[in-house]
Structures are given as structure tokens and as C-alpha cells.
């Protein structure tokens, strides 16, 4: 059981590649938390700092109130999992289960106990006695979670450990991995880039995107509420539909308007824009994100809200049995048409598809129809097309927290511009700016090359370079 603190935390490696910026998070004791995102955003870069295998380039890591940037990864009482977990081939289940306690010279009954407990959790009791090559992947997986249960840390670090198995077994894996966390009661930290296992395990997801953190949240909140368009992307699938739009109408009566639809906004959602003006009959363009889920063709949902629909094609139809997929095409403006020879072959490369809906499996649409789709605007996102932040706030509250430091920000920056101008007599642009330059960039490099102590492997560690010797 413990809590961390992981502040301002940066990785560079020598060869100067920045692999993780300003990190910063507070993990609650018995947590579960997800790390998430692309391949080499610097999860397991981070993982590997919080076990101490990968010196931190800079910022603080705490481990229940204490300062561990410079304790060794075997005093730290943390386990973890490899993405490329390894094994003992040599020796039995239980021995590789057991290796890490003899290590510690824990009393063999005791060993005895706690590898049976683990063996029966896990499910691997009649393996026991087996040899790692006389399993599956699976039960090897099993074994590689079962050698760090043992170990009963206070946290519990797993680097995709569910990605050599095959879809069920992972479905399977997925639920147990969730059961041992709420047995344990301990810290869980898992790094993963399937949103399935990210939304179904975490009791927050952090994540990220070339080594910095773009959001962390509770799963549906992250649903909810994408802080940007690429964590509107990332979580969901398939992926959320996005349109370049413009915001057109009155301030009572707020249209988004993309390719030659125009749609109703609903009240309540304008008014949580943080600032309308800024958008609202303005060049500002802005992106129009819409979930497959929240587009509907139901009759009776169309002919309701006719403010709300859109004309589109459709182009392929996708049933999967539980639900059909429409892959659709957006109505073409006039001169588009125009522009159009019908006796021109093609490509069926360049045809592109502009939306996805999840549509009800007993939908009766065929390729080629031309129906109305209605879009549930009270679920749509809009994001600045240029910073790609969200433009709309969750409730009021945060809009109004959003404007007071923007206002409280405008207000330091005049500041120090004014005092730039008559104290130093410095241009007053490059004070300001110095006054927004954030916290964050400080010389990260300053330590870069200081020699430090190299942290010594954790036994894992060692397991993983014993059996590369081994193979
Ligand atoms: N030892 C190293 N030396 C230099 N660069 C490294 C080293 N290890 C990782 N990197 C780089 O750091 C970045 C983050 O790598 P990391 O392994 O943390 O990614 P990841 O999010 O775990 O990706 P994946 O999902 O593929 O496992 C990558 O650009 C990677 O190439
Ligand atoms: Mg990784």
C-alpha cells in the first residue's frame, strides 16, 4: 500500500531524446492507474523511473511522502512486470515464483505459503511443478504476474503485461488482473495501449502523447469530457468523427456549420463556451467532433429534431452483429457537383470516408442510400482548430475557475510587462512573455551529464538479462 507523488518529472536519455516532459501526478494509495497512448509516448519510460531502473532526468519522485529519486530500485518495494516479462526456463513455476523471496531469505514456509496463495489467485496450482516451455503464453503470463504478487510489494508496476495473449485470454486476463487489484488492495500502475483494458481497469487513465501528459481523468469522464482533439481521438472507437466548422447565428441561436450542414446547438452547451465571441461569426474555425454512438437514423429521432440532422451518403455498410457500422459520405456542395464528371473513373483510393455512425443492428440502410442522420448535439465536442483544446467546459463551475485564471494570467503578464518597461527598461512583448514562459522549462539538461550513480537492477531486472543470456 502506498501513495506517489510524481512531480515535474523529465526523461531525457543521453543519446537526446526527451522521452517524458513535466510529468506530473498524484497517485491515491490503492489506486489503479492506466497509462495509455501511442507506441513510444514514454509509458514504460515512466514506469521504469517510478521502479528506479531508468535514472530520473529531473523532478522529484515521492513514494509515501518520501523522496526516492536516489533509493535503490530493490529498496523501494515495488514490483513490476515487464512488457517482455522472462522466466527462469531452467526452472519450475514454483522456483520462478519463489526465486525472489529465497533472494531475500524469507523462511521457506513462509515461501511456501505465499507461492501457493499466489499460485491458487492466479489459477496455476497444477503448474506448479512444470518448466516455463511446458506452458502456454498465457500460463506464462500468469507466472510473470505470480512473481510479483508474491513479493507482496506496496506497488505494483505492469508494463503491458496482457499483450502476448489472444483476444480472449486478455478479455479473460483482464477481469482477473482487476479481481488480484481489489484483493491486494495495493497500488496498481499499468501501461497498456488498448483503450478497452485502459477504460475497464483504471480508476483513472493518464494519457499521453510524446512524452506529455495531455490528460487524467476517471474513464467516463475521459469519454465525456476530451480535454483535445487527440484524446477525443484516442479513447473510443471507432474513433470520434471530426468536421471543420465555423460557429455562425446569434448569441441565442448558435449554429455549427461544416461542409453544407448547419446545425442547431443546444442551449446549455453554448453556454458553457468558454469565450462565445472569440468564435461566434468570426474566422475562427474550429473542429465539430461527433461520436459514432451519438449519430442516429431512427425515424421517429430524425423527424423530431430536424435542426439537428444531416443529409449523408452511404458508402460502405459494416454489420457486426451487435451493432452496424455506416461509413457515409457528407452531402457535396453545388459547385463540388459541378466539378464532378460522372464519366470519370475513380479511385477508390482517394474516396474518402468524411463520418462512421453506430447504428442499430436492424437499421435497413444499403450502400448508395441517401439518408438524414441525426446528430445528438448534446454529446458533440467542439475544439479550436488551431490549439486543438476543447472550447467548452464541463460545467459552469469550470468555466468560470477557466476565466478567472485567464483573467488572473492577462493580469500578471501586464504586470510584469509594465514593470519590464520601467525597471529594466526591457521590451515590454518580451517581458509579458516571460511572465507566461511556464514553470516547465527550466534547464532540464542542467543534471543531464552529471555522473550519477548507476541504480542497481531490481531482480526482474536481472531475470530479464539472465534469460537473454539464456535464449
Ligand atoms: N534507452 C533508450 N535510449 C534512447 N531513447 C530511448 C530509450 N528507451 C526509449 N527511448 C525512446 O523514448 C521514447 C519513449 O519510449 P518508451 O519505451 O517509454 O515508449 P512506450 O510508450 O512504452 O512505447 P510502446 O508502447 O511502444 O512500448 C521513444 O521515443 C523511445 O524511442
Ligand atoms: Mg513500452
Redesign the pocket.
Known amino acids: 500500500m502506498a501513495s506517489l507523488q510524481l512531480k515535474n518529472i523529465y526523461k531525457v536519455?543521453p543519446?537526446g531524446?526527451t522521452?517524458v516532459s513535466d510529468f506530473n501526478l498524484d497517485i491515491q494509495d490503492k489506486e489503479f492507474i492506466v497509462f495509455v497512448?501511442p507506441?513510444?509516448?514514454?509509458?514504460?519510460?515512466?514506469l521504469r523511473m517510478i521502479a528506479g531502473l531508468e535514472e530520473i532526468s529531473d523532478g522529484e519522485l515521492y513514494i509515501d511522502g518520501n523522496l526516492v529519486n536516489n533509493v535503490a530500485p530493490k529498496d523501494r518495494d515495488i514490483a513490476m512486470v515487464f512488457?517482455n516479462y522472462a522466466l527462469y526456463p531452467h526452472m519450475t513455476v514454483y522456483d520462478n515464483m519463489a526465486f525472489g523471496l529465497k533472494l531475500r531469505k524469507v523462511p521457506k514456509p513462509e515461501i511456501d505459503e505465499r507461492v501457493k496463495e499466489a499460485a491458487r489467485i492466479l489459477g496455476i496450482e497444477m503448474y506448479l511443478t512444470r518448466k516455463p516451455k511446458a506452458l502456454s503464453g498465457g500460463q506464462r503470463q500468469r507466472v510473470a504476474l505470480g512473481r510479483a504478487i508474491v513479493r507482496e510489494p506496496k506497488v505494483f508496476l505492469l508494463d503491458?503485461p496482457l499483450s502476448n495473449l489472444d483476444a480472449k485470454l486478455r478479455a479473460q486476463m483482464r477481469t482477473e488482473i482487476t479481481k488480484i487489484h481489489n484483493r491486494l488492495a495495493t497500488t496498481f500502475i499499468y501501461?497498456t495501449?488498448d483503450q478497452v483494458e485502459a477504460m475497464t481497469m483504471g480508476t483513472r487513465i493518464v494519457v499521453?502523447k510524446d512524452?506529455f501528459m495531455q490528460q487524467v481523468d476517471a474513464p467516463q469522464a475521459l469519454y465525456d469530457y476530451p480535454i483535445n482533439q487527440f484524446v477525443a481521438g484516442f479513447i473510443g472507437t471507432p474513433q470520434m468523427n471530426f468536421f471543420a466548422a465555423k460557429l455562425t447565428g446569434t448569441k441565442n441561436k448558435v449554429y455549427v456549420e461544416f461542409g453544407e450542414e448547419k446545425i442547431l446547438l443546444p442551449k446549455d452547451k453554448v453556454d458553457l463556451i468558454y469565450n462565445l465571441d472569440e468564435y461566434l461569426n468570426t474566422d475562427k474555425e474550429i473542429t465539430f467532433g461527433v461520436r459514432p454512438e451519438d449519430l442516429h437514423i431512427e425515424k421517429d429521432l430524425v423527424d423530431k429534431y430536424p435542426d439537428s440532422c444531416m443529409e449523408v451518403e452511404v458508402d460502405v455498410v459494416e454489420m457486426l452483429g451487435s451493432e452496424t457500422l455506416l461509413y457515409c459520405k457528407l452531402r457535396k456542395s453545388e459547385e463540388e457537383q459541378a466539378q464532378e464528371n460522372p464519366d470519370e473513373i475513380k479511385s477508390i483510393v482517394d474516396d474518402v470516408y468524411n463520418l462512421v455512425a453506430k447504428v442499430d443492428s436492424r437499421a435497413q440502410v444499403k450502400r448508395g442510400d441517401v439518408i438524414k442522420m441525426l446528430i445528438d448535439t448534446q454529446h458533440c465536442h467542439l475544439f479550436d482548430k488551431e490549439t486543438e483544446m476543447t472550447i467548452v467546459a464541463r460545467d459552469q463551475e469550470a468555466r468560470k475557475a477557466y476565466l478567472e485564471n485567464k483573467a488572473e494570467e492577462a493580469a500578471k503578464a501586464a504586470a510584469a510587462a509594465e514593470a519590464g518597461e520601467t525597471a529594466e527598461g526591457a521590451p515590454a512583448a518580451e517581458a509579458a512573455q516571460a511572465a507566461e514562459e511556464p514553470k516547465a522549462k527550466k534547464n532540464i539538461f542542467k543534471d543531464l551529464f552529471k555522473k550519477k550513480k548507476k541504480p542497481a537492477e531490481t531482480e526482474e531486472a536481472e531475470t530479464s538479462e539472465e534469460e537473454k543470456k539464456d535464449e
Do not use: D, L
Not at 507506441?39 to 515512466?46: L, N, P, R
Open positions: 536519455y543519446s531524446v522521452a497512448g507506441s513510444g509516448c514514454g509509458k514504460s519510460t515512466t512488457q503491458e501501461v495501449h499521453m512524452g
